[in-house]
């Protein structure tokens, strides 16, 4: 099964801020990623697929890169309801696999 | 309105078996793809099922092949999962998710609240 190792798996950050998140792929998966917000006590939801589609509805302050086995999600001034724990999940064959997530925290 | 709504969760004791369900509504059941996705207390989120559109083809994750099994009720749009020789680390949060296929890639747009399930003696 590919293995997806996400980084980092926690960080602090203040409103405003740029946040990058990372993912990495144990083989090349195209651009068949997908990235999540949980919120705590909630479902996941949808931000990126295809690694740099914006599902609608998602703010343009989220966006997604990469290929092959390195991913990224960025979020560009970070707001107050963005702090949450964020996955990646491949889907490029079965088992897909998700990554460990990264909470993102108020400084 | 669409939504997933998951049952059949509770407390079963190592061994057991239980009969997750997923009920659709709002929305063409026949149309999507749908999955399973587990929770653990306090831990990330674990892809564990897969299943297409017509219920012709079924996935699962190695730690469920073989006890778990996917299946899909297109007349009453429901999903379910059986889960049998139940461990202790099957105690999770079970969500149901719909699937489709945009440009290549999956999307899982909508979810479920999920339904708890707890394997304990």
């Known amino acids: 099964a590919i293995q997806m190792a996400q980084s980092p798996s926690s960080l602090s950050a203040s409103v405003g801020d740029r946040v990058t998140i990372t993912c990495r792929a144990s083989q090349g998966i195209r651009n068949e990623l997908a990235w999540y917000q949980q919120m705590p006590g909630k479902a996941p939801k949808l931000l990126i697929y295809?690694?740099?589609s914006l599902q609608t509805g998602v703010p343009s302050r989220f966006s997604g890169a990469g290929s092959g086995t390195d991913f990224t999600l960025t979020i560009t001034s970070l707001q107050p309801e963005d702090f949450a724990t964020y996955y990646c999940?491949?889907?490029?064959?079965?088992?897909?696999?998700f990554g460990q997530g990264t909470t993102v925290a108020i400084k | 309105e669409v939504q997933l709504m998951e049952s059949g969760g509770g407390l079963i004791k190592p061994g057991g078996s239980l009969r997750l369900s997923c009920t659709t509504s709002?929305?063409?059941?026949?149309?999507?793809?749908y999955n399973w996705v587990r929770q653990a207390p306090g831990k990330g989120l674990e892809w564990i099922s897969y299943i297409s559109g017509r219920g012709s083809y079924m996935f699962y994750a190695d730690s469920v092949q073989g006890r778990f099994t996917i299946s899909r009720d297109h007349a009453n749009g429901i999903i379910y999962l059986q889960m049998n020789s139940l461990r202790v680390e099957d105690t999770a949060l079970y969500y149901c998710?719909?699937?489709?296929?945009?440009?290549?890639?999956?999307?899982?747009?909508?979810w479920g609240k999920g339904t708890t399930v707890t394997v304990a003696s």
């Open positions: 998710a719909r699937g489709y296929v945009e440009a290549g890639a999956t999307l899982l747009d909508v």
């Open positions: 999940l491949h889907d490029y064959n079965f088992p897909w696999t």
């Open positions: 295809g690694a740099s």
């Open positions: 709002g929305f063409s059941f026949s149309n999507y793809e």
